[in-house]
């Protein structure tokens, strides 16, 4: 893959980004403007989703318009109203005949906070406008504006999440990261260090999670600081590879375990942490049970940077 500058998923061709924040800060939603195949494997149990079903690859709806993320929980979904409007007037969408409906998949991260405004339709809209293969801006921009990681301790102790994105190539064929991390735990880089979590980081100084959770237990105390749906890393990876929505499910889940090599903890009752895949290529063709694997890990270890590079960016 020849090096064009761009080392953020919109390197991946066919693959088109857009943040919007909240004029207040705190919030905001992602756009990634295809069309593409996807695929989905969750996590986290305290997932907040919308339109997910046409991720299965037994849905009837063969590709995918547009994938969007947010904050606001729950209540952010309505940005994806103003993203499938947008698209709809251009007449894009699954043609049923009568008109074409945008397939517009879309998931939240937890950043309510007094005085903080939730994602709504103009939103979505905007960040729909704003797409472009430029690469992707990081730090605390659209929906990870309000993110926040080493909640474990409480919400005061944590430290900012945010956006990373990254890019690499296997085999002739083009790959991408981006992660939106506002994890329950703290966040690791390559080494095992802790770049962002709870404590504050002065001095080099982290909680470390394990401990912290054990020691409050062995007290006989609950862990009253965290609060079930609260935490969500929502990633996403993406290859011009082609392969089948089948054959996408398979690597989404290889590179899925991304997530428990950079955060701890992960996949707790706390968190609805979930890794999305997408292949821009317009055909499918066999691809070896190897080549699979491969594609799989080197998603992987670039799920791992974008991780990182969510906490450390300068922002």
């Given at each position: 893959?020849?090096?064009?500058?761009?080392?953020?998923?919109?390197?991946?061709?066919?693959?088109?980004?857009?943040?919007?924040?909240?004029?207040?800060?705190?919030?905001?939603?992602?756009?990634?403007?295809?069309?593409?195949?996807?695929?989905?494997e969750v996590l986290g149990m305290a997932a907040s989703t919308r339109q997910f079903d046409a991720?299965?690859?037994r849905h009837l709806v063969p590709q995918l318009d547009a994938l969007r993320l947010t904050g606001g929980s729950a209540f952010g979904l309505a940005a994806a109203d103003g993203v499938a409007a947008s698209l709809a007037e251009q007449g894009l969408g699954f043609d049923t005949g009568i008109a074409r409906v945008p397939i517009v998949p879309a998931a939240a991260i937890f950043d309510l906070a007094d005085g903080v405004p939730r994602p709504d339709a103009a939103l979505g809209?905007?960040?729909?406008?704003?797409?472009s293969e430029a690469p992707v801006a990081e730090g605390r921009v659209g929906a990870g504006a309000g993110a926040t990681v080493g909640k474990f301790a409480g919400r005061g102790h944590g430290s900012?999440?945010?956006?990373?994105?990254?890019?690499?190539?296997?085999?002739?064929?083009?790959?991408?990261?981006?992660a939106v991390v506002n994890a329950f735990g703290n966040v690791r880089d390559g080494s095992g260090r802790v770049v962002g979590g709870a404590g504050g980081g002065d001095g080099g100084h982290w909680l470390d999670a394990g401990t912290f959770l054990r020691e409050g237990v062995g007290r006989g105390e609950a862990a009253e600081v965290a609060r079930p749906g609260a935490s969500t890393t929502l990633a996403v990876v993406a290859?011009?590879?082609?392969?089948?929505?089948?054959?996408?499910?398979?690597?989404?889940?290889?590179?899925?375990?991304?997530?428990?090599?950079?955060?701890?903890?992960?996949?707790?009752?706390?968190?609805?942490?979930?890794?999305?895949?997408?292949?821009?290529?317009?055909e499918t063709s066999t691809i070896a049970a190897a080549e699979s694997l491969a594609l799989g890990v080197a998603l992987r270890d670039l799920l791992e940077e974008a991780i990182t590079r969510a906490v450390t960016e300068e922002r």
């Open positions: 893959m020849p090096d064009t500058g761009n080392h953020t998923i919109t390197a991946v061709p066919g693959i088109r980004v857009g943040h919007a924040t909240a004029p207040q800060g705190g919030t905001g939603c992602t756009v990634l403007l295809g069309p593409f195949r996807g695929a989905v991720l299965d690859p809209r905007l960040a729909c406008t704003v797409t900012p999440g945010g956006v990373g994105s990254t890019s690499g190539g296997l085999g002739g064929h083009t790959l991408g990261a981006l290859t011009d590879a082609p392969l089948s929505r089948g054959e996408l499910a398979r690597v989404v889940r290889v590179a899925a375990t991304a997530l428990p090599r950079r955060i701890d903890p992960v996949g707790t009752p706390f968190d609805g942490d979930l890794v999305l895949g997408l292949t821009t290529a317009r």
